[in-house]
Structures are given as C-alpha cells and as structure tokens.
C-alpha cells in the first residue's frame, strides 16, 4: 500500500506563490509516475502535472505551463508543485497522486492511470 499526504496550501494573492508537497510512504518502490490534479467548485477534477521517477519526464497542463513546476526529491520521497503567479481561476482542491509501474509508459495527463491518491490541500486565490 502507497500513502500520499499533501501539504503547502492556503491562501494567495494574485501574482502570488506557493508551493505544494507530498510526501509518499509505504511501498514507494513500486510507484513510477507522480502527478498533481486540481478540482474547483462545481467543476470536474483536471490534470495540472505529472512526472517520472525514472528519466524524470514532465507533461504540464496548458494553464500550468509556464507558471507551474514540478519536481522530486527521491531521497526524501516527496514531490512538490511550485506555483507562481497564482490566478484566481488557481483556486481548489490540489491533490497529489501516485501510479504503479504499467506494462506501457503511463499517460501523466490521465488519472486513469493513477493507482494512489492523497487527500487533497486547499488552495484559494485572492485579489
């Protein structure tokens, strides 16, 4: 069983910055592709980034690109999200997510092809 805990959010103002942790346990030898999606009120869950352990490959959504970065630090198993100039529309629940080696190279963008969930950490934006 893979843990997934998420940590960093809070509030913001436009223009503004934070930065998202999750920190993984249990049997994180076995997890590959880590990823971040967000869901705002009254809307669907939505993919912002994923990565790999391994080869460290990123994909970004294309509201995150450029203002989003994703990262890892496998001695510490934990994988953040650094967030910059921060939109109001930034605003919801951000949770981190885990998948388990597949007999394909995993789809980051897909959360069908995540196996592992956290619990999600509020994130609101301000003017």
């Known amino acids: 069983q893979v843990q997934l805990v998420e940590s960093g959010g809070g509030s913001a103002q436009t223009g503004g910055s934070l930065r998202l942790s999750c920190a993984i346990s249990?049997?994180?030898?076995?997890?590959?592709?880590m990823g971040w999606f967000r869901q705002a009120p009254g809307k669907d869950r939505e993919f912002v980034a994923g990565i790999r352990w391994s080869g460290s490959s990123t994909y970004y959504a294309g509201s995150a690109k450029g203002r989003f970065t994703i990262s890892g630090d496998n001695a510490k198993n934990t994988v953040y999200l650094q967030m910059n100039s921060l939109k109001l529309e930034d605003t919801a629940v951000y949770y981190c997510?885990?998948?388990?080696?597949?007999?394909?190279?995993?789809?980051?963008?897909?959360?069908?092809?995540?196996?592992?969930w956290g619990q999600g950490t509020q994130v609101t934006v301000s003017s």
């Open positions: 249990g049997r994180t030898f076995s997890t590959n592709a």
């Open positions: 997510a885990a998948g388990r080696e597949r007999t394909y190279v995993s789809r980051l963008w897909l959360s069908s092809d995540y196996d592992y």
